[in-house]
Antibody
Framework: EVQLVESGGGLVQPGGSLRLSCAAS????????MNWVRQAPGKGLEWVSY????????YYADSVKGRFTISRDNAKNSLYLQMNSLRDEDTAVYYC??????????????WGQGTLVTVSS | EIVLTQSPATLSLSPGERATLSCRAS??????LAWYQQKPGQAPRLLIY???NRATGIPARFSGSGSGTDFTLTISSLEPEDFAVYYC??????????FGQGTRLEIK
């Protein structure tokens, strides 16, 4: 069974930093691309970042470019999101989501339960 | 950036009825459109990919159609567990993988 478990969320002041983690199990983590997708309270879904299976390709949404860094450790079956210079508008539930197989990697076929990040003074 | 517009914003139906949800793209996305279901307090779940392909484990009452700019998600006969928010998402212009704003399907 595919499982994705996020951690690391919490309350942080504007301008602060936070590192999210996603522990994966039930599939060959090193064979799949991974993503972070967020959802502000009461709002819709926003894709945040993508990392290929080998970490050779990385993409970011314009809203987080230059502030967030995605990474992964295939030996530890883990995905990370380093978030710096946090803003009020970064407040959201952050989901890690697996990319689909091969040409379907821009489809998010499994999702974690999410971790809440609150940016507030 | 491709914008996806979903309609209606809210759909009120009764169990057993047929639901038809729409997603319109600001430019052609070919068949590269997916649908997700999200229940309160839960993560989204992939239902349909590439317009008409059901994801693993998705019941046959869910079907998708369309191409180009106009897409439809149909639930043939609503079950109580189908009342949720539904999002469409395009992968034609990737990144970003833009989502629609969602349609809330509520019990009438």
């Amino acid at each position: 069974e595919v499982q994705l478990v996020e951690s690391g969320g919490g309350l942080v002041q504007p301008g602060g930093s936070l590192r999210l983690s996603c522990a994966a199990s039930g599939f060959t983590f090193s064979s799949y691309s991974m993503n972070w997708v967020r959802q502000a309270p009461g709002k819709g879904l926003e894709w945040v970042s993508y990392i290929s299976s080998s970490s050779s390709t990385i993409y970011y949404a314009d809203s987080v470019k230059g502030r967030f860094t995605i990474s992964r450790d295939n030996a530890k079956n883990s995905l990370y999101l380093q978030m710096n210079s946090l803003r009020d508008e970064d407040t959201a539930v952050y989901y890690c989501a697996r990319g689909g197989w091969l040409q379907l990697e821009a489809i998010f076929d499994y999702w974690g339960q999410g971790t809440l990040v609150t940016v507030s003074s | 950036e491709i914008v996806l517009t979903q309609s209606p914003a809210t759909l009120s139906l009764s169990p057993g009825e047929r639901a038809t949800l729409s997603c319109r793209a600001s430019q052609s996305v070919s068949s590269y459109l997916a649908w997700y279901q999200q229940k309160p307090g839960q993560a989204p779940r992939l239902l349909i990919y590439d317009a008409s392909n059901r994801a693993t484990g998705i019941p046959a009452r869910f079907s998708g159609s369309g191409s180009g700019t106009d897409f439809t998600l149909t639930i043939s006969s609503l079950e109580p567990e189908d009342f949720a928010v539904y999002y469409c998402q395009q992968r034609s212009n990737w990144p970003p993988g833009t989502f629609g704003q969602g349609t809330r399907l509520e019990i009438k």
